[in-house]
Nanobody
Framework: QVQLVESGGGLVQAGGSLRLSCAVS????????MGWYRQSPGKQRELVAT???????NYADSVKGRFTISRDNAKITLYLQMNSLKPEDAAVYYC????????????WGQGTRVTVSS
C-alpha cells in the first residue's frame, strides 16, 4: 500500500506562484511513476505532469514552461512548482502514484485546492 498526502494549495493572484507537495509513505519502492492531476468544477480530471522513477518528466501542453514536477532523491516527497499561474489553473490538484506506466492507475491523495484570483 501507498499513502499520499498533498499540501500547499491556497489562494494566489494571477501571475503568482505556489508549490504543492505530496508526502509519500508505505511501499514506496513499488512506485514506478508519479504524477499530478487536477479537476475543476464541471470538468474531467486531467493530467498535469508525471515523473518516472528514472526521472523522466512529461507535462500537459497547458502548463509547459510554467510548472515543474520534481521529487526528492529518496522519493519520499513529490513536488509541483507552479509559476505564472492563470485563473484557468484553479482546480483541486491530486497527487497520484502508479505501479506500472500510468501515474493515475493505483493510488491517489485527497487533493489540495488551488484558487487563482484574476
Amino acid at each position: 500500500q501507498v499513502q499520499l498526502v498533498e499540501s500547499g494549495g491556497g489562494l494566489v493572484q494571477a501571475g503568482g506562484s505556489l508549490r504543492l507537495s505530496c508526502a509519500v509513505s508505505g511501499n514506496i519502492l513499488s512506485i514506478n511513476v508519479m504524477g499530478w492531476y487536477r479537476q475543476s468544477p464541471g470538468k474531467q480530471r486531467e493530467l498535469v505532469a508525471t515523473i518516472t522513477s528514472g526521472g523522466n518528466t512529461n507535462y500537459a501542453d497547458s502548463v509547459k514552461g510554467r510548472f515543474t514536477i520534481s521529487r526528492d532523491n529518496a522519493k519520499i516527497t513529490l513536488y509541483l512548482q507552479m509559476n505564472s499561474l492563470k485563473p484557468e489553473d484553479a482546480a483541486v490538484y491530486y497527487c497520484s502514484a502508479g505501479l506500472g506506466v500510468v501515474a493515475g492507475a493505483d493510488y491517489w491523495g485527497q487533493g489540495t485546492r488551488v484558487t487563482v484570483s484574476s
